[in-house]
């Protein structure tokens, strides 16, 4: 009769200086269902730990563990079907504790065939896994003894084993490999974590003889441990934009990383940090939130901060790696600046009689971002425009205001009119204590006398109509002496001081002048 068992193998890898003392996460070791004591149910083998210093721990009042890493049971063990577990910590100088789960699975082995039988009878029994675990990345000789199926042989077969899944037949080819005698199982070149974080394949037992397969296919799967090889990168971008004087403690954004590294382990807990930038902000160190610390940005000093954001694995542990990157940090601008006036005042002269004319131009300056409602000035006369003689509008080109008489004043009832210009903006002012600023404006009014000619469009036409009148006949009667002085000829016969016609001069409208 034959059984087939699995026995773990004790996988001794050296690791990167990334891992000090090191232990695999987990062990599968198949037991009786009772076990004796004195029993040893399996060894704990450590990688990189101070051998002189390193100490084992079993968690579980009845077994115990040997300095060398063998686990004997102190008193009668029973495992049940569920299968019993217990854990197994290793902690030497370097204070870091390392643990490993130890499985411990019931052996429940089906007979294959009853004496006296002349074939093979299979035995049907539940598909069980028992997975065993590599580290990835491992840089040591080639091939290493995973694990070991071992036949119990009878006087009647002998057995032989095949594999066939992840590693073997199927993509990625090459990696694991069996001896189809002995069962052994080896792992052929190193793997890749996050390329392949499990095999999974099939071992099938033949009877050498009859090459008939003596159990159901069993299903294996090869876990591989993560090494802290994956540096944490920066997710999304790192641009931001914070009002300008917030409040201290205003959300600025979220740094955003990510760790390709298993995320069961300290290998992904990700640490934030500011190198840069912490006299105005702070990161939380866990989520990567960006607040401020103070209420003094100021955009008009600087509208663009750069942070410097560290982000480091292994919860920011020395011997973890590390990236570094730069976030921008832009100020929006608020209007807590208002328009300015160039001077403290001006003087202005109007006449009495003038109306819709411009009278001054008032430019004034913002600090604020240009182009926008902070930036934007609105004039109001604020004083001295009771009757609404005056009006004042914004250059959309120049920002300046523009001061404009509407409606002709009176000299004999005023003249001298003061009037306060303030300048606003479009927007409210917002996040400042300073208020509107306005200044005085002095206008001059002149008399005009009432027997002075005013010399406008109409007078002139006026005085101009007579003129052109007279030149008019002038070149008319000029006309008329050319065209007709032929026709006039004098002939004096004697003293008698008398001009005769010698011919008849035509007039227009007359049909003759006779002699």
Known sequence: MGKLLISSTYLMLILSCVESCFLLRSLYVIVPEIIPAGYQVAKVETVGCDAKSVQLTVKDPSLTIKSNGAVVALTSVSVGEGGRTFSVSAQDNSGLERKMEVHLVRSTMPKRHRRGQGSLNRSKRPAC???????????????????????????????????????????????????TDTGDLFLLKAVDREEFPAYNFVVRAFDKHTNVELEEKFPLSVFVDDVNDNAPEFVGPLHFTVPEHCSAGTVVGVVSATDRDDIYTDHVKIKYTLVSGSDMFTIHPETGVITTTSNTLDRELKDNHVVTVKIQDMNGAPNGLFATSTATIALSD???????????????????????????????????????SNWMSKFVITKGN??????????PQTDEGLLYISKPLDYEKTNDVQLQIT????????????????????????????????FGLLGIMTMLCPVVLLLMLFLLLAFFCLTKREKLQLNEPGNTGRIPLISNIEVPGDSAVRN
């Open 334 to 372: 608020i209007n807590d600046n208002p328009p300015t006036f160039m001077k403290s005042s001006y003087n202005v002269t109007v006449q009495e009689d003038e109306s819709e004319k411009l009278l001054l131009r008032i430019p004034v300056q913002d600090k604020d971002l240009i182009n926008t």
């Open 129 to 179: 896994r028992f997975p065993t675990s590599v580290v990835e990345n491992y840089e040591g000789n080639y091939p290493i003894l995973l694990e070991k199926l071992v036949s119990e042989p009878s006087a009647s077969h002998d057995m032989y084993f095949t594999i066939e899944g992840e590693g073997v037949d199927t993509y990625p080819t090459g990696v694991f490999s069996m001896d």
């Open 423 to 454: 300048a606003q903006n479009v927007a409210s002012l917002n996040g400042s204590s300073a208020t509107w600023q306005s200044i005085p404006v002095n206008v001059n009014v002149e008399k005009v006398d009432a027997g002075s000619v005013s």
């Open 386 to 395: 009771e009757n609404g003689n005056f009006r004042i509008v914004t250059d």
